[in-house]
């Protein structure tokens, strides 16, 4: 299977990012032939303050009805393009809190998986810049992986990085590459990035897809950066694609067979199941 992961910059005219995504999605089908684009977290809307988010915010559909713009956007997507679409991330409208929620769709246009976000960005950075992901948006509590060919596809969203215990689940599961849209902050982005992808597909034995947001974007409390450099990493830690500064995409051929024999060689997950502690 070769995919692309997509780098957007995408502000809070949902509108403008919907029209931006069409068009790097485009783009990145007529120049690599992938089988699966990825778009990076909330590409439907970043940014902006609380009216922003509640105008962008989708309540999903039963599958097979007809949804919101974002999301007739992803579908149409991958049945124009004849791909399997991983649709990063878009804010999906909850009782009570909105969600960070990932749609993917065969390139039928079918549904094939929804995945809300587990692990919430509550931090403080180096800079002393506070982020509380939690004021608005809840959490999910579902390990999610689904079909695209013959490759099992596990997904997980930015700050779930972090959390090794989640990337095993999903190893557990099945998943070969796991895809981790993300719109991760610059001064954690130019340090911990590419190490933390690097070791969970280590960790995991998987490739890590990861697309991105990249550049500026306006919040209420004044503009924001964030990192970009969106990868493709191969289950030996080994970085096989990567964006450079601005939008755009980068592409990798995902070698199953590479797969099989790094997992055959260095059988981890058996020797968890093995070591009889409750991690397998």
């Given at each position: 299977?070769?995919?692309?992961?997509?780098?957007?910059?995408?502000?809070?005219?949902?509108?403008?990012?919907?029209?931006?995504?069409?068009?790097?999605?485009?783009?990145?089908?007529?120049?690599?032939?992938?089988?699966?684009?990825?778009?990076?977290?909330?590409?439907?809307?970043?940014?902006?303050?609380?009216?922003?988010?509640?105008?962008?915010?989708?309540?999903?559909?039963?599958?097979?009805?007809?949804?919101?713009?974002?999301?007739?956007?992803?579908?149409?997507?991958?049945?124009?393009?004849?791909?399997?679409?991983?649709?990063?991330?878009?804010?999906?409208?909850?009782?009570?809190?909105?969600?960070?929620?990932?749609?993917?769709?065969?390139?039928?246009?079918?549904?094939?998986?929804?995945?809300?976000?587990?692990?919430?960005?509550?931090?403080?950075?180096?800079?002393?810049?506070?982020?509380?992901?939690?004021?608005a948006y809840g959490a999910g509590d579902a390990v999610v992986t689904y079909q695209a060919g013959e490759t099992r596809i596990g997904c997980a969203i930015c700050y779930d990085l972090r959390f090794p215990e989640l990337f095993q689940a999903l190893r557990r599961q099945g998943a070969e590459v796991i895809m981790l849209p993300s719109a991760f902050t610059l001064q954690t982005g130019r340090d911990h990035w590419e190490p933390l992808l690097r070791a969970r597909a280590?960790?995991?034995?998987?490739?890590?897809?990861?697309?991105?947001?990249?550049?500026?974007?306006?919040?209420?409390?004044?503009?924001?950066?964030?990192?970009?450099?969106?990868?493709?990493?191969?289950?030996?830690?080994?970085?096989?694609?990567?964006?450079?500064?601005?939008?755009?995409?980068?592409?990798?051929?995902?070698?199953?067979?590479?797969?099989?024999?790094?997992?055959?060689?260095?059988?981890?997950?058996?020797?968890?199941?093995?070591?009889?502690?409750?991690?397998?």
């Amino acid at each position: 299977m070769r995919l692309a992961v997509v780098q957007m910059n995408p502000g809070h005219d949902k509108a403008a990012n919907i029209a931006a995504a069409e068009r790097l999605v485009a783009e990145a089908v007529a120049a690599e032939r992938p089988a699966l684009v990825a778009l990076p977290e909330l590409w439907d809307c970043l940014g902006g303050d609380r009216a922003a988010r509640a105008a962008a915010a989708e309540a999903l559909p039963e599958p097979g009805a007809e949804g919101g713009a974002a999301y007739e956007a992803m579908r149409g997507m991958a049945r124009r393009h004849g791909i399997f679409l991983h649709g990063g991330s878009i804010i999906e409208a909850g009782p009570e809190k909105h969600l960070n929620t990932t749609l993917a769709f065969a390139p039928d246009g079918t549904e094939l998986a929804r995945y809300r976000k587990i692990f919430l960005f509550d931090i403080v950075t180096p800079d002393g810049r506070g982020f509380r992901e939690s004021a608005a948006y809840g959490a999910g509590d579902a390990v999610v992986t689904y079909q695209a060919g013959e490759t099992r596809i596990g997904c997980a969203i930015c700050y779930d990085l972090r959390f090794p215990e989640l990337f095993q689940a999903l190893r557990r599961q099945g998943a070969e590459v796991i895809m981790l849209p993300s719109a991760f902050t610059l001064q954690t982005g130019r340090d911990h990035w590419e190490p933390l992808l690097r070791a969970r597909a280590i960790e995991t034995q998987c490739w890590m897809a990861a697309p991105a947001t990249w550049g500026q974007h306006e919040e209420r409390s004044g503009p924001r950066q964030t990192y970009g450099h969106a990868l493709v990493v191969d289950p030996w830690g080994q970085v096989v694609a990567s964006a450079s500064d601005g939008t755009g995409w980068a592409a990798a051929r995902i070698d199953a067979a590479l797969t099989a024999r790094i997992r055959r060689d260095m059988p981890l997950l058996e020797h968890r199941a093995a070591a009889g502690m409750g991690w397998a």
